[in-house]
């Protein structure tokens, strides 16, 4: 009998051991999301539209919106808003001026709400993986 109960502490060792493991794993991708400041150096401003061409954005990820409140916002929006430039009436607007917005997997859309800015492509589309 003793040798029974040693293989049954070995085994739950091992599977202790794997769900540390997995566990550790699992988190990994959360400990490697990156931040972006957008627009880089111009911050968030007009015609910022094509600031996210040649990058690679996961779900996690963090966009950091840098502007002067006074003068814009930050909405996101669905696809049909940033097309018609539209903010959503039940849509939150950020208005810090340094706020931080965590990518969800897939399309996130983003504008200013601020009349004519969102025309003059002060928004962004990101696709995160």
Known sequence: MAKGRGSASCSVRAIV?????SMLLLQAD???AATYKVGGSGGWTFNVVG???????KAGDVLVFIYNPSFH??????????????????AF????????????KG???F???FPGH???????AVTAA
């Open 73 to 90: 916002n930050v909405v996101k929006v669905n696809g049909g808003a940033y097309k018609s430039c539209q903010k959503p009436a039940n």
């Open 17 to 21: 051991a794997i769900m540390v493991v």
């Open 93 to 104: 607007t950020y208005t810090s001026g340094q706020d931080r917005l965590t990518l969800s």
């Open 30 to 32: 959360y400990v490697q």
């Open 107 to 109: 399309q996130n859309f």
């Open 111 to 113: 504008i200013c709400s």
């Open 51 to 57: 600031w996210t061409k040649g990058k690679y954005f």
């Open 118 to 124: 969102c025309e003059s492509n002060m928004k962004i």
